[in-house]
């Protein structure tokens, strides 16, 4: 039986994207720091995040492209001391991948920045989820579409340590909140491939929390 005659009838072939799903992991390393990712792409692939589920605000979400040397560098000095405070408070060295990002940060491509337009409700759980999980797909669509085409990123929030800071410098009104920062390159012998996970069974209930199997 081909791939294609094992797909239920009427269904359109998921393989492809399964597979980008699978195999989306951050790139810290292996990108092209000489070919620049032309801001035609940049937006294509802004498009096909846009059309991720929203819930409310409807289509908070703004995005800002840093592709120039100065908001790069204010952007990187950020991130290198925060990554400086996240290592003294793990009382160890990060990892060279983290560290290795942080030292040619601005000599990335592009750097992505996903905000949202307003700012989430500081004493309310449900409000807080509406917030983000209305601003949150959109990245994650963005870092497929960007996979989809060769570019590599990775999903970094480290720079939200100094927030203000970020805001200070890249001209970001104080009604817009940072979320996903996604440094971004064209893939250069990055070789992605599933990472190790749990199997579903064992993170999976059904019915109540403690129950386990699908007759539970």
């Known amino acids: 039986m081909t791939d294609e005659e094992s797909d239920p009838p009427g269904s359109s072939p998921t393989h492809p994207v399964d597979e980008i799903l699978r195999t989306t992991r951050s790139v810290r390393?292996?990108?092209?720091?000489?070919?620049?990712?032309?801001?035609?792409?940049?937006?294509?692939?802004?498009?096909?995040?846009?059309?991720a589920p929203t819930?409310?605000?409807a289509e908070a979400w703004r995005f800002l492209v840093?592709?120039?040397?100065?908001?790069?560098?204010?952007?990187?000095?950020?991130?290198?001391?925060?990554?400086?405070?996240?290592?003294?408070?793990l009382g160890r060295p990060v990892k060279p991948s983290q560290q290795h990002l942080a030292?040619?940060?601005?000599?990335?491509?592009?750097?992505?920045?996903?905000?949202?337009?307003?700012?989430?409700?500081?004493?309310?759980?449900?409000?807080?989820v509406s917030f983000y999980g209305s601003v949150l797909p959109a990245a994650w669509s963005l870092m497929l579409a960007l996979r989809a085409r060769g570019i590599g990123a990775t999903w970094t929030t480290l720079h939200l340590l100094h927030e203000r800071e970020a805001a200070e410098a890249l001209g970001i009104p104080e009604d817009v909140t940072q979320t996903v920062l996604l440094p971004i390159g064209y893939c250069r012998d990055a070789v992605l491939r599933p990472a190790e996970r749990r199997p579903a069974a064992e993170i999976t209930y059904w019915n109540r929390w403690e129950g386990k199997g699908e007759d539970s």
Request: some cysteine; glycine content about 4%; overall charge negative.
């Open 103 to 128: 030292d040619h940060l601005e000599e990335m491509p592009a750097l992505i920045l996903v905000c949202a337009q307003g700012r989430p409700a500081p004493d309310s759980v449900p409000l807080q």
């Open 55 to 57: 819930g409310i605000p």
């Open 66 to 89: 840093l592709n120039q040397v100065d908001p790069k560098r204010a952007l990187a000095g950020l991130y290198r001391r925060a990554l400086a405070t996240l290592a003294e408070t």
């Open 29 to 51: 390393r292996r990108i092209d720091l000489d070919r620049p990712v032309e801001p035609r792409v940049i937006s294509e692939c802004i498009e096909i995040a846009s059309q």
